[in-house]
């Protein structure tokens, strides 16, 4: 392969590979291309591409070959030749003739191209380092598929894949991770024909130096790692760099201690506690790099945290009240102490380990004690203690609904409040529905306690409460309040006797009713189109009847019925439909009249027939008494 003016001849190894062809051997060791003269010739020179392919045969006999010249991967020539070699000429090169040469050799089925060649942009680079290589086959026409391979991983080689639609070469870029010390990569090209994808051989290896841009850091604890609580200790963090910015963190767990930039050293002071116990990490930056060192650190317990024992947490006023400050592994210079604590505030209550009082109500409060050696300061759990005084006795609690109703809707609910006036909080309160308890709730102010309860059935219901606290073992009940459970009123139905038809002039009795609903029950009659009841009772029974004496003609019509009681809901039956006939003496006396008419009218008919008929008869005799006078 040539390439360039000026630039040194260069001989192209290429794959060693081997096949059978007419049970004789042969391979193509390797191609070579020369120009002639040489590589530089001045401008309107003769110029001579050879293209020289060494080929091994296990016997003596002729093997055709194809040779292909490119330029700048651009088919120049193609030559057919039994020679193992043949030129391509240029009779007066010019400067557009300057460019990369390369020679394809083909011999029966075999077919040798050139390899990949991968350069690497940077043959040294540094930690966190973007390193550019390029993969180039001139020989090739794109598309073209490019595989790089960083190898020398612990973890296997890196693949990198990249397609390139117009060019023959292409370039990737590859992070150089911590602690690589040398990089080795290669690339393989990959071209679809009409046989599938095919794949060159490997290319060349390319070996990169990798620089440390600074070491990994030391992580030194100061005196020693046996450390025991109240100790002032140091951590000393050290790192070797280049004249790089660097950043150095000192941090425990996740949370950073100190931090410096500019220098190769971090030093860090602090007194220790139990806990202080867990890995400390020194980290060292610069970009994208990043090298820690983690030490663990115990810390020993110089005592234990104290205890505060307490005779109860709720006392009477009198007792006596009785505290004391227990610590393990007490030292002579231990210093205790018993405290209040109010609204996060502390108040000395006596300095050792013990205090011992008769309980008043003013008592109650949250206690805590302290423990102190060498500056290292300990505290117990914090305890609520609570003193119930004589002078509040119980009051009978008060048991109301709200709202102040007596009446309740089945089905809904209902709120029921209780309150002791007098009492030291926390009150408990139970509620009861009859002798059943269906509710507690404790209270530690002096509002009321409260109960919602969903009635199930009609009727009365007895609610009461009981209250008592910590203080009283005597539970006080209040008084039974009653509830009445009112249904409201369910389906309404109505009908008639007689049905549907009543003569003119005669009574009808309409019967109202409902299936369900609470006394008393209103009941209204209306015809449709009539905004004023026909009748209206209210009664305690589930029904009721209307009668009406006479009706008319005009009384015809839609009638319905419709049902109420206290809780307000209305309900409305369906439509019957009343047809008021004419009475039987009515219908004689139109039968009568009816036969008179016809009487009368055959009468007068009869007669008229008669005297028409006599009235002809009359005038035959006068025709024929004056023909025979002719």
């Known amino acids: 392969r040539s390439k360039g003016w000026g630039q040194r001849e260069m001989v192209m190894p290429l794959e060693l590979k081997s096949t059978i062809l007419l049970c004789s051997f042969f391979t193509i060791n390797k191609v070579e291309i020369r120009a002639a003269p040489s590589l530089q010739v001045p401008n309107g020179d003769a110029l001579t591409i050879l293209c020289i392919a060494d080929i091994s045969k296990s016997g003596n006999f002729m093997i055709e070959h194809n040779f292909t010249f490119f330029k700048d991967g651009r088919i120049l020539s193609d030559i057919t030749s039994l020679q193992n070699r043949t030129e391509y000429k240029i009779p007066a090169a010019r ?5 990369e040469y390369v020679c394809m ?251 011992i009082t008769r309980a008043h109500v003013n008592d109650t409060a949250t206690y805590i004690c302290t ?23 119980f009051s009978i609690p008060q048991l109301w609904v709200a709202p102040l109703v007596q009446e309740v809707m089945l089905g809904g609910e209902i709120r029921i409040c209780c309150q002791s006036l007098y009492g030291t909080p926390p009150i408990t309160y139970k509620f009861f529905r009859g002798n059943q308890t269906v509710n507690s709730s404790q209270i530690f102010n002096k509002l009321p306690a409260e109960f919602m309860d969903k009635p199930t059935k009609v009727g009365v219901e007895q609610y009461s409460c009981e209250a008592s606290n910590y203080h009283s073992h005597i539970r006080t009940r209040s008084r039974e309040l009653n509830v009445t459970v009112i249904a409201p009123v369910g389906k309404v139905n109505l009908f008639s006797v007689p049905k549907m038809e009543v003569e003119d002039g005669k009574g009808i009795s309409f019967y109202c009713y409902v299936e369900t609903g609470s006394f008393p029950i209103n009941f209204k009659f209306f015809k449709r189109n009539n905004r004023k009841p026909l009748f209206e009772e209210t009664n305690m029974d589930t029904r009721v009847v209307s009668y009406n004496k006479t009706l008319s003609r005009q009384d015809s019509g839609e009638y319905f019925c419709e049902a109420s009681n206290p809780t307000n809901r209305v309900q409305r039956s369906d439509e019957i439909s009343i047809n008021v006939i004419l009475a039987s003496w009515q219908k004689v006396l139109i039968a009568v009249f009816v036969l008179v008419i016809i009487v009368i009218l055959s009468c007068g008919g009869c007669w008229w027939y008669l005297r028409k008929k006599r009235k002809g008869k009359n005038n035959s005799l006068l025709f024929l008494s004056a023909a025979c006078i002719e």
């Open 95 to 99: 400067f557009a003739d300057t460019g």
């Open 371 to 393: 423990a102190e050696i060498n500056g290292i300061i300990k505290e117990s759990d914090p305890v609520q203690i609570k003193v119930y005084g004589e002078t509040y006795p």
């Open 105 to 355: 050799v083909k011999a029966k089925e075999k077919k040798k191209k050139s390899d990949p060649k991968l350069t690497a942009l940077k043959t040294m680079v540094t930690e966190g380092e973007e390193l550019p290589l390029k993969c180039e086959v001139p020989e090739e026409a794109p598309p073209l598929t490019f595989t790089f391979q960083k190898l020398l991983t612990p973890g296997g080689p890196v693949t990198r894949t990249k397609e390139e639609l117009d060019k023959h070469f292409t370039t990737v870029e590859f992070l150089v991770e911590p602690g690589e010390k040398v990089l080795k990569f290669q690339c393989i090209a990959s071209v679809y024909s009409a046989h599938g994808m095919q794949e060159s051989v490997p290319s060349n290896e390319q070996l990169v130096t990798v620089v440390e841009p600074f070491s990994t850091p030391t992580l030194v604890i100061e005196p020693s790692l046996n450390i025991t609580e109240g100790d002032n200790v140091k951590l000393v963090c050290r790192v070797v760099v280049r004249n790089y910015d660097i950043e150095i963190i000192i941090q425990k767990d996740k949370v950073i201690l100190s931090s410096a930039r500019g220098q190769n050293f971090l030093t860090y002071f602090t007194k220790v506690r139990t806990e202080d116990s867990g890995n400390y990490t020194c980290k060292v930056e610069l970009g994208s790099v990043s090298k820690e060192k983690t030490v663990n650190v115990v810390v020993t317990e110089l005592f234990s945290k104290p205890e505060l024992v307490y005779p109860a947490k709720t006392i009477d006023e009198g007792d006596w009240l009785q505290l004391q400050c227990k610590v393990k592994g007490l030292l002579p210079k231990t210093k205790i102490s018993i405290k209040t604590r109010y609204l996060g505030k502390d108040n000395m209550l006596n300095d050792s380990s013990s205090f």
